[in-house]
């Protein structure tokens, strides 16, 4: 499918081909492990194991690679999966990366406790201030690591200006995606290396299916990933990479939804006495809200705010709420609470990533905004 069609336009259609058997407009779920060829070596479509290719994941690789505007996407088992494989085949013992002093507690997780028993050395550094992530360069930086917005502290960096400290360095730079989407924002078009999605998050919409995936646009190193992908082997099973391109199909019209509801969450939020600060792009006085609006579609559906109480009080805030669900996870349709402390950043605790003890973060739904507020209103008390 032409990449000229609108975004809304490629999410249902890209990828997304009659099939050429019954003419069904959803791709078939390939629950298959092998498959026949017509001789030695005489491969079906280039089929052979479904480790290597599966016709329902190549369906939603040829739909990430369009949504993202890059040459290849590649789906994993878990958004973890993904980076690991991406740190493997860019990374080698003794190479060092720059990580964001505001990052997802499992990907901190994976440099401090697995990349660094493997040789690979990171700094932590600010990314929203391009001084601080050039000053964390060492001559053996391979990657530059950016999550914009971030994860729970919903900072941003200015991907353009990034980009720029890693070119003059030689280093790749790889944005995660997960909070935005692509319909929000699309790193590869602002001159990022790579990008990397929990396709549990947005993309699949709907807090059924667990996934990661890659895309680039450099047709060598799609090739090299790919190699890899084939290699350790965590690959999206058929039925996880359906769901995930069912979800994607809605994408643009959930994300518009979030958005909306966010926007009112967070207005209430800065005007309610027992809340400290609220971190929310979409807010003038937020230090990275110019950047955002220059790179982003939109502010997108996650707010993040502190209790004035404290620690104490922030947890109660999350045991109060009830159409809030108090779990861990985030961009279903459903709105979720947390405590990134005690629970998704617990892995970050002790480090130059902790996170704020008060901090309560939220993944706004597509409920009632009216409904939402009102349970907010009541579990500050």
Not at 95 to 112: E, K, M, Q, S
Not at 174 to 199: E, K, M, R
Not at 238 to 264: Q, S, Y
Not at 304 to 333: D, H, I, Q
């Amino acid at each position: 499918m032409s990449d000229q069609h609108s975004f809304e336009t490629l999410a249902i259609h890209a990828g997304n081909t009659a099939d050429p058997l019954t003419g069904a407009v959803v791709p078939p779920i390939y629950q298959v492990s092998t498959y026949k060829q017509d001789g030695v070596g005489g491969l079906r479509g280039g089929y052979e194991y479904s480790r290597s290719a599966n016709p329902t994941r190549t369906a939603l690789e040829e739909n990430l690679a369009a949504l993202e505007g890059g040459r290849r996407g590649l789906a994993f088992a878990s958004g973890l999966a993904a980076e690991d494989c991406l740190l493997r085949t860019l990374l080698t013992p003794g190479d060092h990366v720059v990580i964001p002093n505001d990052a997802y507690g499992g990907t901190f997780r994976l440099f401090a406790k697995v990349a660094s028993r493997w040789g690979v050395e990171f700094s932590v550094a600010d990314t929203s201030d391009v001084a601080a992530v050039r000053a964390a360069l060492t001559p053996r930086t391979k990657a530059i690591w950016v999550e914009t917005p971030s994860n729970p502290l919903l900072g941003i960096t200015d991907i353009a200006a990034v980009v720029q400290v890693a070119r003059q360095a030689g280093a790749r730079l790889v944005v995660d995606n997960t909070f935005a989407s692509p319909y929000l924002q699309q790193p590869l078009a602002l001159g990022a290396d790579v990008v990397v999605h929990s396709t549990t998050k947005y993309m699949g919409g709907h807090s059924d299916v667990v996934g990661g995936a890659l895309v680039v646009s450099d047709p060598e190193l799609a090739e090299e990933l790919a190699y890899h992908q084939n290699a350790m082997g965590a690959v999206a099973g058929p039925f996880d990479a359906w769901l995930v391109l069912r979800g994607i199909k809605t994408l643009a019209v959930r994300m518009d939804r979030h958005t909306e509801n966010a926007t009112k969450v967070a207005d209430l939020l800065t005007r309610h006495p027992k809340v400290s600060q609220v971190l929310y792009p979409g807010l003038p006085e937020h230090p990275g809200h110019e950047v955002a609006a220059k790179q982003m579609k939109a502010f997108g559906g996650m707010v993040s705010f502190r209790v004035a109480g404290g620690e104490e009080a922030a947890v109660e805030v999350c045991n109060r709420a009830k159409l809030f669900t108090l779990g861990e996870s985030l961009g279903g349709v459903e709105s979720l609470l947390e405590h990134p402390g005690r629970m998704t950043h617990a892995s970050a605790a002790g480090s130059p990533l902790e996170v704020p003890a008060d901090l309560v973060r939220l993944s706004v739904g597509i409920e009632n905004g009216d409904d939402l507020i009102a349970d907010l209103t009541q579990a500050l008390g």
